[in-house]
């Protein structure tokens, strides 16, 4: 699936040292491209949207996924991240968030490249336990999903268009998606 607007293009994607973790970059980068493309999807008025008095506002998953990035990278994979001061965007707004996310993925990009098969099966220490840091790396995909996901539905409620994530929406098709709604589709071999 392409993004009309992917916030990181094919031509900016690192190949890994080892070619079987590819897919963890074209993971990552796939997933940034769709919290990019949700991001967007709303307007500045939207800042302060919350369905719930007891759910985050917008901004405020916004600035979770932004500072609880850093953490993983930093603490919990050990990469060199700006202090924890200096992750939110010196301006509030759409642009500025996604410009920031996008931002900080690109430096981490190469980072992920160059790691060798020990460094991603190294166990490390991760909140109270320890794990292997390739889990730890699907564990953040997975969060940053959940909130992705979140924020998709905030645009439903909000009576915004949900952009195509991982296939088409009510609001977005194209030619030749085939989403598997019957017996019949998901029949198919």
Do not use: C
């Not at 070619?19 to 990552?28: A, G």
């Amino acid at each position: 699936m392409n993004h009309p607007e992917p916030a990181i293009a094919d031509s900016d994607r690192p190949r890994a040292a080892n070619p079987l973790l590819q897919h963890v970059l074209d993971v990552y980068i796939s997933e940034i491209n769709k919290v990019a493309a949700v991001w967007r999807s709303f307007d500045e008025a939207d800042l302060g949207y919350r369905p719930h008095e007891r759910s985050q506002t917008v901004e405020g998953i916004f600035k979770h996924e932004l500072l609880s990035a850093r953490r993983f990278f930093s603490e919990f994979l050990g990469f060199p991240e700006p202090s924890a001061d200096a992750v939110l965007p010196p301006h509030t707004g759409i642009a500025s968030y996604t410009t920031r996310m996008t931002d900080l993925a690109r430096v981490r990009l190469p980072r992920l490249a160059s790691q060798d098969d020990g460094w991603w099966l190294e166990r490390v220490p991760f909140f109270d336990v320890t794990r292997e840091r390739i889990w730890i790396f699907w564990r953040r995909v997975l969060h940053t999903a959940h909130h992705r996901t979140q924020l998709t539905v905030y645009l439903r409620l909000l009576g915004k268009p949900v952009p195509a994530v991982y296939g088409p929406t009510a609001d977005v098709s194209w030619s030749g998606a085939d989403p598997t709604t019957s017996v019949q589709a998901a029949s198919r071999k």
